[in-house]
C-alpha cells in the first residue's frame, strides 16, 4: 500500500527536477521549500566575507535555491545539490557557468541566468520510476474496466442476487474507486510540478480520499475470508444478518482509520511531513499499515482453515463423494486455494518488505508491486466473474433468448429445462470457473 505512495513520489521528483533546471522555477519551490529568506541572508553573509577575485569573473549570488561565489571568467562554480527539493540526490554536484565576459550563462530560451540543476537528477532512476508508473497507469485503466463490466453483469441478472454476490459486488465498487482514483493520482497529480510544490488542500484530500478506499479494499478483501470461513465452518447462521454486519465493517472501518491518520498527520506532523501533498513516506504510515498487514494475516488464517476443511469435504468416505484419488484431492484443493488468493489479497505477501535505496532488488521489488496492485482488479473480476459458471450460464440463457426470439415461430416442440442458480454458501473449488 505504502509502495504506491513513494512510486508516485519519486515519480513526480522526477519531474520536479528535470523542470526545476531553469531558475524560474525555484519561485514554485520557494511556496513550499525552507526558509528562503535565511538562506539568502545566510548567502549574503557568506559572500561578503569571502575575498573578491581579481581580473574578470563573475560575481557571486543566490539563485533561488543555492548559494554561488564569485567565480573566474571561463570557468564553472559547482555546488552540492540541495536537499529539500524531492527528487535531488544531495550528493551530487550542480553547476553554473561563468562566461569569458564576466556574465553568468544565459539560458538561450529564455535569456535569463541559469543555473544546471540537471545533473542533481539521476536519470537511471528516474526512467525506472517512469516505467513502474506507466506499469500502475496500464494495470489500473484494465482493472476498471474489467471491474466496471463485472459490475453492469452482476446487477443486470436478477437471478445472482445472493449473499455472496453482494459481497463480490461491494468488493468489486471499492476495486473500481480505487483504481479511478490512483488513475486521478497517476495522470494529474504527479505530472503536476507546480500542483505538488504548491501542496494545496485539494490535493490533501485526494491524496486520503485515495487511501481511505485502498483500506476499504482491504477490509472488503478480509469481508470476504470472514464470510467464506463462516459459512463453510459454521453449521447454523443467518446470512442476512452477516452480510449487514460486513458492510458496516467493510466501509466503515476503513473510515474510522483514515480520520486518525488524517488527524494526527494533519495536527501533530511537521511542516516538512506535509509538503508534497503528503506524498512523503513518514512514521504516520503505519496507521495504515498495521490494519492493512492485520487483515492479511487473519485472511491467511482464514485460508489455511478453509483449505482444511476443503480437504476433509475431499477425501469424504467413497460411499459419499465417489471415488476420488489422492492425486485429485490435492490438486482440487491446490486449485481453490489459488482461486481465494487474489480474492483475499493474499499476494501481497510475496512483497511483506520494501527493499532500501540503491537496493539492487529495489526495482524489481517496484516491478512487482505494480503488477500485483494495478492488476489484482482484472484477476479478482476475471476469476469471479468472467469465469465464474454461474455468470456464464446465466449470460448464455441470455444469450439463447435474444437469438431464439427473432426467429419466426414454428409448431414444433421444444423441451425446456429449467436451470436453477445456486446461491448459497460456496464451496471453494466447487465455483465453475
Not at 535569456?111 to 517512469?130: E, I, P
Not at 480505487?178 to 491524496?207: F, M
Not at 483475499?344 to 510475496?350: A, E, P, V
Request: glycine letters at 6%; hydrophobic letters at 40%; aromatic letters at 12%.
Amino acid at each position: 500500500m505504502a509502495e504506491q505512495t513513494s512510486n508516485s513520489s519519486s515519480s513526480s521528483s522526477g519531474s520536479v527536477s528535470s523542470s526545476s533546471s531553469s531558475s524560474g522555477s525555484s519561485h514554485i519551490a520557494a511556496e513550499s521549500g525552507p526558509d528562503f529568506d535565511a538562506l539568502r541572508a545566510a548567502c549574503n553573509a557568506r559572500l561578503n566575507s569571502s575575498h573578491q577575485l581579481t581580473g574578470s569573473y563573475c560575481a557571486g549570488t543566490f539563485d533561488g535555491w543555492l548559494c554561488w561565489p564569485d567565480t573566474a571568467a571561463g570557468s564553472s562554480a559547482y555546488e552540492l545539490c540541495p536537499d529539500f527539493i524531492t527528487g535531488f540526490d544531495p550528493a551530487r554536484y550542480a553547476h553554473k557557468e561563468c562566461g569569458e565576459d564576466g556574465e553568468w550563462f544565459k539560458h538561450p530560451l529564455t535569456n535569463k541566468t541559469w543555473s544546471n540543476y540537471t545533473t542533481c537528477v539521476n536519470l537511471d532512476d528516474l526512467a525506472r520510476n517512469h516505467n513502474v508508473n506507466l506499469i500502475y497507469e496500464v494495470g489500473y485503466s484494465i482493472s476498471l474496466l474489467a471491474i466496471l463490466l463485472s459490475l453492469a453483469i452482476l446487477s443486470y441478472f436478477k437471478s445472482l442476487k445472493c449473499a455472496r454476490i453482494t459481497l463480490h459486488m461491494n468488493l468489486f465498487s471499492s476495486f473500481a474507486a480505487n483504481s479511478s482514483l490512483w488513475l486521478i493520482w497517476y495522470l494529474v497529480v504527479v505530472p503536476n510540478t507546480e500542483l505538488v510544490q504548491l501542496s494545496p488542500g485539494y490535493c490533501v484530500a485526494l491524496h486520503i480520499i485515495l487511501h481511505y478506499f485502498l483500506l476499504t479494499n482491504y477490509s472488503w478483501m478480509l469481508c470476504e475470508g470472514f464470510y467464506l470461513h463462516t459459512v463453510l465452518v459454521a453449521a447454523f447462521i443467518s446470512e442476512k444478518k452477516l452480510v449487514k454486519w460486513l458492510i458496516a465493517f467493510g466501509w466503515c472501518s476503513p473510515a474510522i482509520v483514515i480520520c486518525i491518520y488524517g488527524l494526527a498527520r494533519g495536527f501533530t506532523g511537521s511542516w516538512e511531513q506535509n509538503l508534497h501533498c503528503w506524498m512523503t513516506d513518514t512514521d504516520f504510515n503505519y496507521i495504515l499499515i498495521v490494519p492493512v498487514c492485520i487483515s492479511i494475516f487473519l485472511n491467511l488464517l482464514f485460508l489455511c482453515n478453509i483449505v482444511r476443511v476443503v480437504l476433509l469435504k475431499l477425501n469424504a468416505p467413497a460411499s459419499i463423494q465417489g471415488s476420488c484419488g489422492p492425486s485429485r484431492t490435492v490438486l482440487q484443493a491446490f486449485r481453490a486455494t489459488l482461486l481465494l488468493v487474489p480474492l483475499l489479497g493474499l499476494q501481497y505477501m510475496l512483497t511483506p518488505f520494501r527493499p532500501g535505496q540503491e537496493h539492487p532488488l529495489e526495482y524489481t521489488y517496484q516491478v512487482i508491486s505494480a503488477f500485483t496492485a494495478s492488476f489484482q482488479g482484472l484477476c479478482v473480476a476475471t476469476l469471479f466473474c468472467f469465469f465464474n459458471g454461474e455468470v456464464i450460464a446465466q449470460v448464455k440463457r441470455k444469450w439463447r433468448t435474444v437469438c431464439f426470439s427473432n426467429r419466426p415461430r414454428t409448431n414444433s416442440y421444444t423441451a425446456t429445462q429449467v436451470s436453477f442458480v445456486r446461491c448459497g454458501p460456496p464451496v471453494p473449488g466447487e465455483e465453475k470457473v
